[in-house]
Structures are given as C-alpha cells and as structure tokens.
C-alpha cells in the first residue's frame, strides 16, 4: 500500500471513528430520556407511544405493526443492512480479508461470544431465563469507540483496527445467532420468495440494470418474506448486504484509458459551456466519463456512506429511545441480583474481558496471529473490557429472547448496568496502560 493510499484509508478510519463516538453520545441522551420518561408520572404514554398501530393497505392486503416493531422489524434491517456492509467490506479488503490480518480480532471476538453465554447459562440453566444466553454475547461498536474515542491521539492505529474488527466479527456472529436460534418457526414458502427475489437483484446487477426503483422494490420484496418465514425480518439486510460489490465495477487501466480517450477527444473538440448542447458527439462524450466514473465506485461503499449517518443519527438513537425504556419496580439493586440480569451483567462486564484476553492470547502463542504495531497486552485488556458494553445489539437479541416482561426488563437493566461498568472499568485500564 502506498504512502497515499495509507493515507486515505487513515482518513477514511478517522471518519468512521468520529461519526460513532458523536453516535455514542447521542444514544446516551436518548437512552437517558427514555430512563427518565418510561419511571416519569408519565410512564404510561411512553409505552403507549411504542404500541401505536401504524401500517398500509395494498388492495385487500392490510399490514398494520406497532411502532416499536416498525423500529425493530424494518429500521433494523437497514441497521443491519450497513452492519452487513462493514462485514463485507473488512472481509473482502479489510482488516478480516487475510488470514493473517483476521486471526486476532475473529479468535477475539469468538472468545468474547463463548465466554459470556457459558456465563450466562451456568446461572440459567433452565426455563425461559436459558433463551437468554445470547444477549451478553454482543459488542456495541459506537458506545465501544465512543469510549476509546475519548483518549484521542494517544490511542494507536492498531488498537482501533483491532476493536473495530472485533465488533465487526461479533456482529457476524450476532447475525447468526439471531438467524440460527431465535427462529421460532420456517416458512418455506416465504423463504424460496425470498430467495427469489434475491435472484432478481443478482440477474439485475448481472445486466447492469441501474434502476433504483427496481432494486428498492426488489429489496422490500425480500424483507416482507423474510419477516413472514419467521426469520427475523432484519436478516435480509444482512442478505441484501452480502450481494452488494466492494470493489470497482471495472479494470483502473481501462478506465484510465477511457478517461484519457474522451478527454483528449473533447479538448479537440474545442469544448464551451454552450458547444455541447448542439454537438450531440461531445455530450456523449461527457456521459460517458459520468458512466466510467460511476462504475469505479463500488456500490457497497456508496450504500454504507450514503446510509451510516442515517443510522448512526436516526434509526439507532429511535431505536435506543424506544427498547431502553424501563420501569424499575423497587430497587435497582434486587433487580440486578435476578438470575436473568446477573447472567447477563457478569457475562458483559467478566466474560467478556476473560474471553476475548485469553482467545487473543491463544491465537497469539499458536503463532497464527500477532499483536497489532504499538500494541501490549494492557491495551488489548484494556478494548477487551470495552467489548462488554453491550447495548445496541444485546438490547435487540434480549427483544427476541424472551416472552416475560419480566425477564425482558431484567435483561435490559443488566445490559444499561454492564455497559455502564464496562465502560468505565475500560476507561480506567487504558488511562493507565496509554499514560505510561
């Protein structure tokens, strides 16, 4: 990689970077709101809010969902649609795109999935409680960054890499799980619908149909039959995420080639701001460089920074602002020593630090992966205990886990507490580990 490219790609990071440490702050404020109105006099319109009935009607089709489930089920999946895309993205030319580069962050992130579900299972071994044995395996990766954000320039490249790849890796894994074990039943039907329309959008792109009208059709056909197969509806935007390219349409030669074809044939042409509109040669000379430049773009990296601001500012913080509202009965400290919200606190804030350390430390001492440059194994504790602050992700699993409120409630309560500790416990490991 060229010192410019090296340069570009840093840029693109910091950006990335900044826009989920300003996201953290904003999902605290609504996390808070939601805290505050949900234990207000008020509380009972903050749930009603969440139960209005809000749909459309298509001929003699109605399909009428809350607006919590509006939130969870459709603004989700483009949640997950962009997570699809950073996947994809970091494994098909990023930090996950080499075994070599992936070794660490992936051993990481699976030693920081087994770890705190074991955790949570050994105290709810049975019962309904046991379904919630995935809900600590997540790392929020805007609170996470959020955080490390916070030590600003003393923080090495490689620690930043690394905790992203981790989160990235343990999103896939999230993905899974949510696929594979919180599926209460399989429409077939709607799943070969799916699959079909899937289809449409790879002959689609195959033809080079650019229509997007027809693609968003296309994809709202895929989230109406993943949501009716009893998947959950957000995993087609993790399926819609992986048809997307992450690299150029066309060869660079060519298109340098082509470039430098049409520029030299409009230089000759004796080119005005006026001369185009009856020379119908140099018009299409000009679209034709528009059309070469829109084929070096690859649609994957388009789509994820055209929506992750949508998602960082709109649909995440909706999201917070609508699933964190909780009504503590009683006080905070019975509630967090429930088998549920103890699973689930201890697994945040100790299985994930022990798995992710000791998974890293593994994968180290196997010779199959090697520390990120500028980074000892106090810094690498130091993101691991970053990696139990939970939230976005725990917070949407513990939604599907769980059919008592109860157990919900107790769930959400661990998950707001663990984040909480890990974050500051974190914060205290690297202040120290960075100051030295």
Not at 300 to 320: K, Q, S
Request: with cysteine.
């Amino acid at each position: 990689m060229s010192v410019a490219q090296s340069s570009g790609t840093r840029g693109v990071f910091a950006r990335f970077v900044h826009s989920e440490a300003t996201a953290s702050i904003i999902l605290l404020a609504c996390t808070i709101a939601a805290l505050a109105w949900a234990n207000s006099p008020w509380a009972e319109s903050y749930f009603r809010l969440g139960h209005i009935e809000l749909g459309f009607k298509i001929g003699h089709t109605e399909r009428t969902l809350s607006l919590h489930d509006w939130i969870n089920d459709f603004l989700m999946a483009i949640f997950f649609f962009v997570v699809g895309l950073e996947i994809k993205r970091e494994m098909v030319v990023g930090a996950l795109s080499t075994f070599k580069t992936a070794a660490l962050p992936v051993a990481a992130a699976l030693g920081g999935m087994i770890a705190p579900a074991v955790i949570y299972f050994t105290l709810n071994p049975r019962g309904e409680a046991s379904h919630g044995w995935g809900v600590p395996m997540a790392t929020d990766i805007a609170f996470a960054l959020g955080v490390l954000a916070l030590f600003g320039k003393r923080v090495p490249i490689g620690l930043k890499v690394f905790l992203t790849a981790l989160a990235i890796a343990d999103d896939l894994g999230a993905v899974l799980v949510i696929a594979l074990f919180y599926t209460s039943h399989l429409d077939f039907t709607e799943l070969i619908a799916a699959g079909s329309f899937l289809f449409l959008i790879v002959l689609a792109s195959r033809f080079g149909i650019r229509s997007p009208a027809l693609y968003i059709i296309l994809a709202l056909g895929v989230w109406v039959d993943v949501f009716a197969s009893g998947i959950h509806a957000t995993v087609a935007g993790v399926l819609l995420a992986m048809l997307m390219p992450v690299r150029a349409g066309r060869d660079p030669e060519h298109f340098f080639r082509e470039v430098k074809d049409r520029f030299e044939a409009l230089r000759a042409s004796q080119l005005t701001r006026d001369s185009m509109i009856h020379d119908r040669t140099q018009l299409d000379a000009i679209s034709n460089l528009r059309r070469a430049a829109q084929e070096m773009q690859p649609p994957g990296l388009i789509f994820e920074e055209l929506l992750h601001p949508f998602v960082v500012f709109f649909i995440l913080p909706l999201f917070a602002f609508f699933n964190a509202g909780v009504r503590i009965d009683g006080s905070i400290a019975n509630t967090l020593l429930q088998p549920v919200s103890l699973g689930v606190g201890i697994g945040l804030v100790f299985g994930k630090q022990i798995g992710i350390t000791l998974f890293s430390w593994l994968a180290v001492k196997s010779g199959k992966a090697a520390l990120p440059a500028g980074v000892g194994w106090g810094e690498l504790y130091g993101a691991a205990c970053l990696g139990g602050i939970g939230f976005t992700m725990s917070l949407f699993i513990s939604e599907l886990a769980f059919e008592t409120g109860a157990f919900v409630a107790e769930a959400k309560i661990g998950i707001l507490a663990a984040s909480l500790l890990a974050a500051i416990w974190g914060s205290i490991v690297l202040f120290v580990r960075l100051r030295r």
